[in-house]
């Protein structure tokens, strides 16, 4: 069924509802649900869902009560959180720009009938084009649906939208026809066209892929009209790759509650999906795709939640364009996945953030053991972050190299991109569409300006510039186009860069907890700094800000090289009206000609030590010494230091080393 057929709800004829499904997934998914009935009849007798019901549930409850936890959980089960998400989306045309979707998921909505007041209440107050449902509205996979039906009726005058919706695995086809009735429009392997003046948006939606598996993205598509932008519907973020291969510009799913019941911090205890962690929460990619899987409206088994609020989401559709972010019309910038509020992350989270340029060496293995230390010293959060910006210098397979490496050494992290996280995606270059936003704020807002000069002064842009290392630029471009357009024509069609425009005199300082008080006059020092460059969409300068805001980063700690760019950051934070983290700069570990470290120093790469058989223990045993938290040649493990962990004896000059060619080290191999 297509997009253009796409017209009358359906009646009480299943015929009616297998055509639009399809006559073949129809019947499994038909006779998949009397399996599932006959099943639980058989194994789960009147008297099992007695003690269920009457003992076992009492229990759970109890148990939650003993700990504090289940007034807590009630109480998270209606605090629902307004989750803002934007999709970029290339050539979007401007009647579409700023279009919303309101999604809600998983809503299992008769294990609470009052949920219905909570979300009425919550969608009063917001502004949306249309609305969503990914699926589960009954809190069982089987039995009577008849209370679920009734209740989501009742919502629908609450949503001010046409509504569209997918089944999920909770859902049975029979209620299809009532809600439909009741004003819900299914997409049953079918797709619709809505939109905005001259724009059109496909809006795509399939059954349930996650346990009836009786989805079918072709059929959804077939005979589907041309569109400014494709949005796939779908209960779970299994078909990801489906999906992304279809072409769609974004999918929006459920299914996972994003754990429901977490731990401290919002990490999951269980997936409930197939799919890695980084798909079970919140924004995620997949090649060109953007996803959304959303953590639920509802719950499902216990009307509780632990430290994982329920969830609406808006999503606005953006064009990919920076300067068409500009030119919106609306003057403030929409609270996006890019601004963080601080309740949201209440405890200490540091990061490492390697890049795929070259092999770890032993200098970053320091700084990057100090950063762990100074997180799990206080109890807090550490996240990996692949800063990979920089194309031009990545090496084929450094980032998995560096993953290893940091394992071997004993490094552990809560978030990255091996292991997903609630503010992934952990990889620079599947965030693009977050840096579009921040710079869109920033040209409305006449804090950036297009650059055409030359490549070789924009070299600086898209690597961490360091000491020694910062240009000064005298504005030449400032103030000479008046779009990116303009000066995309007065560069004879070569893509502009982008700048930061800083006002005379203007000046950062901030108190570095290790360096102590650092004030930088930023319009004499360096100028209008680099933004972003041509081919990426983003450079240092702004990622670093927009990725610490994102992932909540409460304190930064690195090496001093890059000291003389934080006033730089600074100013975009409060361009951006972003609180800035705490800043820890660290001495490096330097060659012997004083410079950092690199090829000409000797194989210092942590690879090097481990093929040649030094043990772990062995190499923290000697980046330890170096910071005055072990004895020469003692070895240690990272997690024995912890406790020793003390930053006042650190030393405040840069380490040494003097190695020369050899893998293998001693202290006396320093200076």
Request: with cysteine; aromatic share 8%.
């Amino acid at each position: 069924m297509n997009a253009a057929t796409l017209q009358p709800p359906a009646s009480d004829d299943p015929a009616r509802t297998a055509e639009r499904l399809g006559p073949r997934l129809y019947a499994i998914r038909r006779q998949e649900e009397e399996d599932r009935i006959a099943e639980f009849c058989q194994y789960v007798s009147p008297k099992f869902t007695y003690i269920k019901i009457h003992l076992i549930r009492p229990v759970e409850i109890a148990i939650l009560k003993l700990f504090g936890l289940y007034a807590r959980g009630r109480r998270e089960f209606h605090r629902m959180e307004v989750v803002e998400n934007d999709i970029a989306v290339p050539g979007l045309p401007p009647a579409l720009e700023g279009y919303t979707i309101l999604q809600m998921s998983d809503l299992h909505i008769d294990i609470d009938p009052s949920l219905v007041e909570t979300i009425a209440a919550t969608i009063a107050r917001l502004r949306y084009d249309v609305c969503v449902l990914t699926g589960d509205y009954k809190n069982l996979t089987v039995g009577d649906s008849s209370e679920a039906v009734a209740l989501l009726k009742s919502l629908r005058p609450s949503i001010r939208t046409p509504a569209y919706a997918v089944l999920g695995n909770h859902d049975t086809l029979d209620m299809v026809a009532p809600l439909e009735k009741g004003g819900y429009r299914f997409l049953l392997n079918e797709s619709v066209v809505v939109g905005r003046g001259e724009g059109k948006i496909l809006l795509a939606g399939v059954d349930d892929p996650y346990i009836y598996k009786t989805h079918s993205i072709e059929n959804a598509l077939a005979g589907a009209p041309p569109a400014d932008a494709r949005i796939l519907l779908a209960h779970s973020p299994t078909i990801h790759a489906e999906a992304e291969a279809a072409g769609f510009d974004a999918m929006l799913c459920g299914h996972t509650h994003g754990g429901q019941v977490c731990l401290p911090g919002g990490y999951p205890i269980l997936n409930n999906d197939r799919c890695p962690r980084r798909f079970i929460s919140g924004r995620w990619t997949h090649g060109r795709l953007q996803g959304h899987t959303s953590r639920g409206t509802g719950g499902c088994g216990l009307p509780i939640r632990l430290f994982c609020k329920p969830e609406i989401t808006l999503h606005h559709l953006r064009r990919a364009n920076p300067e068409a972010i500009a030119n919106s019309p609306s003057s403030d910038l929409r609270p996006s996945s890019f601004v963080v509020r601080p309740s949201s992350f209440p405890r200490y989270r540091g990061r490492l953030a390697p890049s795929p340029t070259g092999a770890l060496h032993l200098g970053n293995a320091r700084t990057f053991m100090i950063a762990w230390l100074r997180a799990r010293s206080q109890g807090g959060e550490v996240i990996l972050r692949m800063e990979d910006l920089d194309h031009p210098k990545n090496k084929p397979g450094a980032a998995a190299a560096a993953i290893e490496d940091l394992r071997w050494l004993g490094f552990d992290w809560d978030e990255g991109p091996d292991v997903g996280g609630p503010c992934g995606p952990y990889v620079q270059t599947a965030r693009r569409a977050l840096y579009a936003d921040a710079l869109g704020k920033l040209v409305r807002d006449g804090r950036a300006y297009p650059c055409i000069c030359a490549r070789k002064d924009l070299e600086a842009a898209q690597s961490a510039p360091h000491v020694g290392e910062t240009l000064f630029y005298p504005g030449t471009c400032r103030g000479l186009y008046p779009s990116y357009q303009a000066a995309r024509e007065a560069a004879g069609g070569r893509l502009p860069a982008w700048r930061f425009k800083v006002s005379d005199g203007e000046t950062a300082e901030f108190e570095d907890v290790f360096c102590g008080h650092v004030a930088q006059d930023v319009s004499s020092f360096c100028g209008d700094f680099l933004l972003a460059r041509e081919e990426d969409g983003a450079g240092y300068m702004l990622a670093v800000v927009v990725d610490d805001a994102a992932m909540g980063v409460t304190e930064v700690v690195r090496g001093d090289d890059l000291l003389e760019t934080t006033p730089r950051q600074l100013l975009v934070y409060k361009a951006l009206g972003l609180e800035p983290p705490r800043f820890l700069h660290v001495p490096l570990v330097l060659g012997p000609d004083g410079f950092r470290l690199a090829k000409r120093h000797g194989d210092t790469r942590v690879a090097a030590f481990r093929e040649a058989g030094v043990p772990p223990e062995r190499i923290i045993g000697m980046l330890a010494h170096w910071c005055g938290w072990a004895e020469e040649g003692e070895s240690v493990s990272l997690s024995d230091l912890v406790g020793r962990f003390d930053l006042s004896r650190l030393p405040r000059q840069p380490v040494v080393w003097r190695g020369g060619t050899t893998p293998f080290a001693n202290e006396n191999m320093i200076g």
